[in-house]
């Protein structure tokens, strides 16, 4: 797998991702010290442009070609993490420098994460499903490299985080350029917007792509602002002395991704109903965020995160039927609506979250923010179209 050029870009590419979760993290809950509402705010700041410009950014990587417009926005992502680490050694902690570097890194951000996912179809002779199962390995490897890279952030500082950040995201960048396939580009206008009728004509079409679609609706308004907002809060409140191992909570779920994503590649030929497995995933997910008001040992923390991680299979299952299903066309576009529907929402779930945990506490938080996501799996489950979703 990492013999493909692509994967390597797209590895990369997910290892900076991990990188700066856990460095956005640990920056504001232990170096910054920020209180929950306020991590929520920039957290969600960072997120804003997925909810208004990843549709748009996918449209416009249809036009200019995936390679390009990856390639410009990854890099000005690069640039803009090690000016604000250089900006932060100079300063420190300002709330202005800080909202404008999350507000930049959430633009070229929401470009490049539709423009990398366009080449997954293609990156390997197989069917586009099984395709999209490796490149959730080479993710969740990726994820584990980045978390376990944030171990040296004592030593790093946030300088030293920010700029290593910037070299994996421009080590992407070179890789993608050497790799062979692209994409088609059509002939239209540039900056033709994105049509929701368009949209709607599509999911008219493949009825089922609008329940995967749906269901990153739900991955993005409740399960991403959990782990953005509930994984360090219950890190600080419970556990406070393991802050330096906090590198340590990120990479206990990438290993449990990988083994359930490697399972999954394995098993892919004969796995005739993705979508029956998804819902079983995305249950347990709720199930196993309702442990955690129970956990008093870090250890067991450890576990219930590790668990936590084989949820990333959930959407991996079903992304290759989306893929498959969108027209080369409108790829790069399709899949900016469904990334909008996942981070897009994630900025205000985060932002609602964060306020959540200051309303009613954190344990309370956890308990209904898990049944938003087991009642969302029930509306899943009575649409049926995810239950009878087949391979192809």
């Known amino acids: ?16 991702e991990g990188f700066q979760t856990i460095l956005m993290m640990w920056y504001m809950a232990f170096h910054a010290r920020l209180t929950a509402a306020e991590i929520g705010f920039y957290q969600s ?67 490049s994460n539709p423009a990398i996912d366009t080449f997954i179809p293609e990156a390997t002779p197989r069917p586009a499903t099984e395709n999209a199962l490796l490149a959730a390995t080479a993710h969740n490897l990726a994820k584990l490299s980045g978390n376990l890279a944030t171990l040296f952030l004592p030593v790093l500082s946030a300088l030293g985080g920010f700029v290593v950040n910037g070299l994996l995201m421009a080590l992407s960048v070179l890789r993608l350029r050497a790799h062979a396939e692209a994409p088609t580009i059509v002939a239209r206008p540039l900056w033709q917007p994105p049509s ?14 609008f329940d995967i679609f749906l269901g990153s609706v739900m991955l993005g308004a409740f399960v991403i602002p959990a782990y953005y907002i509930f994984q360090p809060m219950i890190m600080r409140e419970h556990f406070p002395d393991r802050a330096a ?23 892919a030929p004969r796995i005739g109903h993705p979508g029956r497995w998804a819902l079983l995933v995305w249950a347990l997910a709720a199930a196993l965020f309702s ?45 900016g609506v469904d990334q909008t529907a996942i981070w897009g929402l994630a900025t205000l779930g985060t932002a ?23 009642l969302f799996v029930v509306y899943l489950l009575l649409r049926g179209r995810l239950w009878t979703l087949g391979r192809r």
């Open 196 to 209: 929701p009728r368009r949209v709607a004509a599509h999911f008219r079409a493949f009825p089922e792509s």
């Open 291 to 335: 442990a955690t008001v129970l956990v008093g040992s870090f250890w067991a923390f450890l576990v219930i995160l590790f668990l936590l991680g084989g949820n990333s299979v959930g959407k991996a299952l079903i992304y290759g039927q989306y893929l498959s299903d969108a027209p080369a066309a409108d790829r790069a576009f399709l899949i």
């Open 45 to 111: 700041l960072q997120l804003l442009p997925f909810l208004i410009l990843t549709a748009l950014g996918g449209s416009m990587t249809d036009r200019l070609g995936a390679r390009l417009s990856y390639s410009a926005s990854t890099g000005l992502f690069a640039l803009t993490l090690g000016l604000y680490g250089l900006t932060e050694a100079a300063v420190g902690f300002s709330p202005w420098a800080f909202g404008a570097y999350c507000l930049f890194s959430g633009i070229f951000s929401a470009i």
């Open 352 to 374: 609602a979250l964060g306020w959540l945990v200051e309303a009613v506490g954190l344990s309370a938080a956890v308990l209904l923010n898990s049944g938003a996501v087991l």
């Open 1 to 16: 797998m990492f013999s493909s050029r692509y994967f390597q870009a797209y590895g990369f590419w997910h290892a900076g």
């Open 245 to 267: 191992l906090f590198g340590v909570t990120g990479a206990v779920g990438w290993v449990g991704a990988i083994l359930a994503s490697g399972v999954a590649v394995r098993l």
